[in-house]
Each structure stands twice: as C-alpha cells, then as structure tokens.
C-alpha cells in the first residue's frame, strides 16, 4: 500500500535547487510564515489494483501563497510547481507510469491581501 511516498517525492523536487519559494515548502505552516511559499496539501488515493498487479491513483493538492500584488508572482510560483511535479518520474518502492496537471485554480483568500493557486495532479502508480 502507498502510504507518505507521494507526498516525500512532491516535497523532494519542490526542495532540490533552486529550491521553489526561497525553500519555504510546508506540510504544517509556521504561525507567522514569510511569504511566498507552498504547502503540501490534500490528497487521495484509490485503488486501482487488477490481475497483474497492484497500482493506484493519487490525487494530490499543492498550494502557492503569495501577498505580492496580484497574482503575476503566485502564478509564477505555481508554473514551476507544475513543471517539477510533472516531472516526477519515481516514488520509493513504487513506478510512476503518469504525473498530470489536473487543473488549477486562482483564488484571492478572504483577507484580501493573499493570492493563493491551487494546482491539483493526477499520478498513476504501480507497485515496483
């Protein structure tokens, strides 16, 4: 069964150099973060085992915060996250067959100073 595989594999490219978000990548956010950064957020797995083998789809949620004007720097923050993630191309004991975009989404959070992306991808994984 996949367990934090995923997510370890999301936090790993988002971290390797240059780090995205000045390496101000989070699974818990500190209570008074810099800005921008990106947290690890929810995520989903279904089982999608057959005769041959065992393998799932995990649907996994990253998320760009950013207080910079607009969303010119939150959307910049969010095309390297797409870019890294879709690259992902293996999880520890596990082959990755596919790593999508599924879609994002520009949100302005109701303080009205954060923009904040939600990028959603789609993996497809089988047991190595």
């Given amino acids: 069964?996949?367990?934090?595989?995923?997510?370890?594999?999301?936090?790993?490219a988002l971290k390797v150099a240059p780090a995205?978000?000045?390496?101000?990548v989070y699974d818990t956010v500190?209570?008074?973060?810099?800005?921008p950064y990106v947290t690890i957020g929810e995520e989903q797995i279904v089982g999608d085992g057959n005769s041959c083998g065992d393998g799932w789809e995990v649907f996994a949620d990253v998320h760009v915060w950013s207080r910079a004007p607009g969303f010119p720097e939150a959307k910049g923050i969010a095309?390297?996250?797409v870019e890294r993630v879709t690259a992902i191309t293996a999880v520890a004991g596990f082959a990755v067959i596919d790593a999508e975009l599924q879609d994002t989404r520009a949100l302005r959070d109701p303080d009205g100073l954060t923009s904040h992306i939600v990028c959603s991808f789609r993996f497809i994984i089988d047991q190595a």
């Fill in 79 to 81: 095309a390297s996250v």
């Fill in 30 to 35: 500190p209570e008074a973060p810099t800005y």
């Fill in 20 to 24: 995205i978000a000045g390496g101000r």
């Fill in 1 to 12: 069964m996949i367990g934090a595989q995923v997510q370890k594999a999301i936090y790993d």
